[in-house]
């Protein structure tokens, strides 16, 4: 079973910048699979924030673009997301994903809050 320990979630003033790290604990899933950071509004459905594969190609919402950079440590077998311009409908709980790959399921983190507010 592979396990997500998520990091870095708080409260922030808008225009401020926070950065979420997502370690995984299997190097060999971690060089493998592509991982993600979804995020969840209160009252709203959970939406993709920023997807990164293992050769590095990433994909982001239209309403991050330019603001938010994913990326990934080897290192520490860990995904960053980079947030930055940070405004309050930025505002939700922040879930690592973890695509499914052979045996392993999708799997997710249990999630860390960011609080967008003067």
């Known amino acids: 079973q592979v396990q997500l320990m998520e990091s870095g979630g708080g409260l922030v003033q808008p225009g401020g910048s926070l950065t979420l790290s997502c370690a995984i604990s299997?190097?060999?899933?971690?060089?493998?699979?592509?991982m993600a950071w979804y995020r969840q509004a209160p009252g709203k459905q959970r939406e993709l924030v920023a997807r990164?594969?293992?050769?590095?190609?990433?994909v982001y919402a239209d309403s991050v673009k330019g603001r938010f950079t994913i990326s990934r440590d080897n290192a520490k077998k860990a995904v960053n997301l980079q947030m930055s311009s940070l405004r309050p409908d930025d505002t939700g709980l922040y879930s690592c994903?973890?695509?499914?790959?052979?045996?392993?399921?999708?799997?997710w983190g249990q999630g860390t809050q960011v609080t967008v507010s003067s």
């Open positions: 994903f973890l695509d499914r790959y052979g045996n392993i399921p999708a799997t």
């Open positions: 990164i594969q293992s050769s590095g190609r990433t």
């Open positions: 299997s190097t060999r899933i971690f060089m493998v699979t592509t």
